[in-house]
């Protein structure tokens, strides 16, 4: 789980989860702007635009950068060989 936001107050909506199934990660959001506030998802990751990620092995890590408004999501993985 991850905050897209460094401010939880100003964006209580900006929270994220993280998920494997059937070897394809997905992610989860909560959007707290709607009483009672409910999570949307799941939704695929997806590497360059086409493809959702496939082929991993590991434990899986989401970190976020300082590029992008609030921060881009970075997700971190080994790809099996």
């Known amino acids: 789980m991850i905050l897209r936001s460094y401010n939880w107050l100003a964006h209580p909506e900006d929270l994220f989860l993280i998920a494997r199934i059937c070897q394809v990660f997905y992610y989860f959001m909560i959007t707290s702007s ?44 080994r790809i099996a060989q």
Do not use: H, Y
């Open 34 to 77: 709607f009483i009672p506030a409910e999570w949307k998802g799941p939704f695929p990751f997806i590497v360059q635009g086409s493809e959702p990620i496939r082929q991993f092995t590991g434990i899986p890590s989401l970190i976020q950068s300082i590029f992008g408004k609030n921060g881009n999501f970075e997700l971190v993985v």
